[in-house]
Every structure is written in C-alpha cells, then in structure tokens.
C-alpha cells in the first residue's frame, strides 16, 4: 500500500461506526487479506488515531479480520490510553471544582474539553497532551495565581520565560498525569483574533455535567484552528487525521458548513480544511464545503503531494525555512517594539545551554 493508499483506508476506518457505506467497503477490502498492517500502524500511530482506529475495529466486529497479535496489540494501547484519559478527566474536574469556587469559570479547550463534552463513544479513542483552558482577560491572572497556590509549577525550570501571549507557561503537578496550559488567546496567529478569541466563544459555550466547554460549532472550528493555523497547516496543506475525526464526529453534532461560514478571514482556511476532510473520509454529506477555486486549488495541491514524494519533501523544506524565517522577523520586531521582548531575546541568545543547542542543530558540534 501506498502512503496515500494506507492514508485513505485509515481515514475510512474512522468513519465506520456511522456511516454505513464506507463500513462495507472497508470490509470488503478486509477480506480481501490484501491490506499492509506495518503500514496501517505506522500511519495511525503517527497522525494520533491508533486507539481510535482499534475502537471502530471493535465496534463493527472487524477485529476478527486482523492479525492476532496487531489485535493484542492494539487493544493493550487502547486500554492505556483509557486509563490515561479518567485520570485527565478526574484532573480537569478537579481543576474545574477549584477554580468555580474561586468563582472563576474556565472554558476547557481542544481534546480535554472534547472528552468532558463526550463527544467519543469510547474515551480511549482520543489521544490528549495537555490540559487547555481558556479565561477572560480579567480572570487570567487570577486563575494562574490560584493554580500555582494549588502546586502547579513550571514543566521546564528555567531562569527566563518566553512572554508569549497566547497562553502562559506549561504547569504540572506532582502526582497528576498531564500538564495545563492556561489559555488568554486561542489563536498563535494574531491577525485573527479578533474573530475568535475569548469573548466570542464564551457567548454560546455550554455546560456539560457542570464544566463548560465550547459550543460543537465552535469546537469543530477550534479543531481546524488548531493544525489550520495554529501549527501551520493552511500552509503544508497536509492532513492530520486527529483534528479531522474530531471534525468529522463533531459534524454529527452541528452543521459544519455552516459553523465555516459563520467567521470571516478564517472561513478559507477552515473551508480547505473541511473540502481535505470530505476527499479522506469518502465523501462523507455532514462534512460537504463550499466549492471555490479556493478548496480546488487547495485540494489540487493537497493530492498532488501524494504523486511524487520527492518534489513534495522539497516544497515543505522551502515552506519551514520560510515560515522560520517569518517567526525570527516577528520576534525582531517585537523586541524593537516591547522591552519585555528585548529582555527575554537577550537572555535567550546569551544562554549557554541555548548555544550550545543551536551549535547542534547547525551540525557543528555533537
């Protein structure tokens, strides 16, 4: 199998649990025992959905089709990953319960609010990193207080902190199973804010057994943000299939054509996100886009990536130097601009241990 090929048929083994015809296909082409496993795991396991695709397996009855020993294998990380997630959850609550009678209510973003809201049949289908929770600008500061009072502290010790304002340093604490980031921002990319930021998303979010989390529409939004914008993926045009079986499960809970089309500068790049999710998943209808030369063009790139792999890995080379190269600029004027960007740049390019890793990187030291 192709990477394309293996690609696909995990995407469509996503969706098997609720849409009935990609549920025959996908076991028509199980029983034709013509299916690389080596493949399967590796591209599952990279892009995050390796419990998720083992729980779709499950619940069609499929696992009888798959080697034994994957089966075992699947079904130990699965069950991990379960663990893991109560003890997330039973941590988000908790937090949740601290913060409230402190009267300050957190809206839980990303993976840890999607579990909270249930939106997984299973819990073990998700895989989740940190904790993310996003406050007003007036209760920012307070929750942070409050959480370091709690015994929160920072993951990475260090003498300096990056004056980020998207979110504050990651925290953790002893015995508890995840660190938190503490959102003022949703957004890394501050030209769109504006359009999604704290104050509109708190307008329609919703209580869920007594922990708030975002509205679906804005949650199927946020899981396009996250790779679209936030890590650059408007720009590779690549897929993740993590954010995109949120969407597609979050497309059964709200319309998502028109969850797109409720924003402004970002409806493009969530709209392209949508228009991928539609080719991989086998023309799924609760994921139908707006057709523009926008997602044509876009769609056109994202499938020609697969033909030739060479001219692809060139392509992303040149967009990382360039989108390096616009993060340094950024950060140049910022520290031309606020002291508190020029203090922390000096202390970072005056850190030995940062040269050092530089040195590095750059192959002239090991």
């Not at 950024?330 to 530089?358: C, G, P, T």
């Amino acid at each position: 199998m192709t990477y394309k090929e293996t690609l696909y048929f995990v995407a469509k083994c996503l969706t098997i649990s609720l849409e009935h015809k990609n549920r025959e296909e996908i076991e028509k082409q199980l029983q034709s025992n013509n299916i690389d496993w080596d493949a399967v795991v590796k591209v599952s396991t990279a892009h995050y959905v390796f419990p998720a695709l083992y729980c779709n397996m499950q619940r069609a009855n499929f696992l009888h089709y798959l080697p034994e020993d994957l089966v075992t294998y699947m079904e130990h990380i699965t069950n991990l990953n379960r663990e893991r997630n109560e003890e997330i959850i039973t941590q988000a609550r908790e937090l949740n319960t601290l913060l409230l009678a402190n009267n300050i209510s957190p809206i839980f973003l990303k993976g840890t609010g999607n579990l909270l809201a249930g939106i997984y049949d299973d819990i073990a289908e998700r895989m989740v990193g940190d904790i993310d929770f996003i406050f007003s600008k007036e209760d920012y500061p307070k929750a942070i207080i409050i959480l370091r009072e709690f015994g929160y502290s920072e993951v990475e010790k260090r003498e300096y902190y990056s004056p980020s304002n998207k979110h504050y340093r990651r925290l953790q604490k002893e015995n508890n199973i995840a660190a938190i980031e503490i959102h003022s921002e949703i957004l890394g990319v501050e030209k769109f804010r504006k359009e999604f930021n704290y104050s509109i998303v708190e307008k329609d979010s919703q209580v869920i057994d007594e922990v708030r989390v975002l509205s679906y529409a804005n949650k199927l939004n946020l899981s396009i943000i996250a790779y679209q914008i936030n890590d650059s993926g408007f720009y590779y045009k690549t897929m993740a299939l993590r954010n995109a079986y949120d969407v597609f499960l979050l497309s059964k809970k709200t319309i998502a054509k028109e969850a797109v089309n409720a924003l402004d500068k970002l409806t493009n790049p969530l709209n392209c996100f949508l228009a991928a999710c539609y080719e991989i998943f086998s023309k799924v209808n609760s994921l139908k886009y707006n057709n523009t030369k926008a997602t044509t063009s876009y769609l056109s790139i994202f499938n020609r990536q697969f033909i030739n792999p060479k001219a692809t890995k060139k392509r992303q080379k040149i967009l990382k130097i360039f989108l390096f190269t616009k993060l340094r600029l950024n950060i140049l004027y910022k520290a031309a601009v606020y002291k508190k960007y020029r203090v922390w740049l000096f202390k970072r390019v005056s850190d030995k241990s940062w040269q050092k890793e530089k040195l590095i990187q750059l192959g002239f030291k090991k």
